[in-house]
């Protein structure tokens, strides 16, 4: 696939101002011209910065053809762009916003993936403030959105979740820590659900109304458990009551035939729509969140 020239993303204004209805977005997305602006140059596979514009509306957005995808050991080739519209499905079905709106759809480079582009705020909105030094310990030092470094030698602070140890420049080591947040704490649970193994730091953006949103969802739905993520915060701890709630609504929207089942067989394998079934049961079962397993790391590299 011929790279276009890189141009480096940027905002794009739309209209209306005010967000559209969620089914008018992916319209838009869906029927709206596609033209690429330039190419993401720091991911691995092709991600191309697009805007999409149709009935006296435009938006920017981010196309991923399959043709741009590497191949990968443990997944089959060329079905990341379906794995991402299942995510944005299955988050769907659980009542979350937490996933921008995505299509499957042709492009300037094959079918490929089309998402919503989502303008990250340059300062986190609501981030829990770095309590006060205790006995002359550091507070946590941010490294990314809802992310920190903190004293490696005490408990997480205050408003913060240890993931584990992490070296800093120098040799020494610090604990890496999220922030105790609902909106991460909704997306631990949706990663648990669709398996997602690269869930890092990078991958989560903040708007500057303070939305959050998870973004690159290709490597999920393996029907091995696979799960690595920065989101361990809660490992062992009972789901809350709106978690349990979501989950019920999608174990109902994956009934045999159920219009979510059906969209979900055009995406994702029998073995997989299968597996999918089986991980909300056992959330729903055991009524906590999952704990590491062992057999895979659970961390992905680089974290963030």
Not at 10 to 21: H, L, M, N, W
Not at 51 to 62: E, H, K, L, P
Not at 243 to 253: I, K, N, P, Q, Y
Request: hydrophobic content about 40%; overall charge negative.
């Amino acid at each position: 696939m011929p790279a276009p020239e890189r141009v480096p993303p940027g905002p794009v204004t739309t209209a209306p101002a005010e967000p559209a209805p969620a089914g008018s977005v992916t319209a838009l997305l869906t029927e709206g011209e596609l033209t690429v602006r330039g190419r993401i140059t720091e991911a691995s596979n092709a991600v191309l910065h697009c805007t999409v514009a149709g009935q006296g509306r435009t938006a920017a957005c981010v196309y991923k053809p399959v043709a741009g995808e590497q191949p990968l050991w443990d997944f089959p080739d060329g079905t990341l762009a379906q794995r991402e519209v299942a995510a944005y499905e299955v988050c769907a079905a659980l009542g979350w916003e937490l996933i921008p709106p995505t299509v499957l759809r042709e492009g300037p480079y094959g079918p490929g993936m089309v998402q919503l582009w989502i303008e990250q705020a340059e300062e986190e909105p609501g981030e829990p403030a770095a309590p006060a030094a205790d006995e002359g310990a550091p507070g946590p030092v941010p490294v990314g959105p809802l992310l920190a470094l903190a004293d490696a030698e005490r408990p997480a602070p205050e408003g913060w979740r240890a993931i584990g140890p992490a070296e800093v420049p120098g040799g020494s080591t610090a604990l890496l820590v999220h922030a105790d947040d609902p909106r991460l704490r909704r997306l631990a649970v949706l990663d648990a659900v669709i398996n997602n193994s690269d869930r890092k730091g990078g991958h989560l953006l903040t708007t500057a109304d303070g939305r959050l949103h998870g973004i690159d969802h290709g490597v999920t739905f393996h029907t091995e458990d696979k799960l690595r993520t920065l989101l361990w915060g809660w490992a062992g701890e009972p789901l809350p009551e709106e978690s349990v709630a979501a989950l019920g609504r999608l174990a109902a929207a994956l009934g045999e035939d159920a219009p979510l089942t059906t969209r979900l067989a055009a995406l994702i394998t029998p073995a997989e729509v299968t597996a999918l079934r089986d991980r909300v049961t056992a959330l729903l079962a055991s009524g906590t969140h999952p704990v590491p397993g062992g057999e895979w790391p659970a961390i992905p590299w680089p974290p963030v």
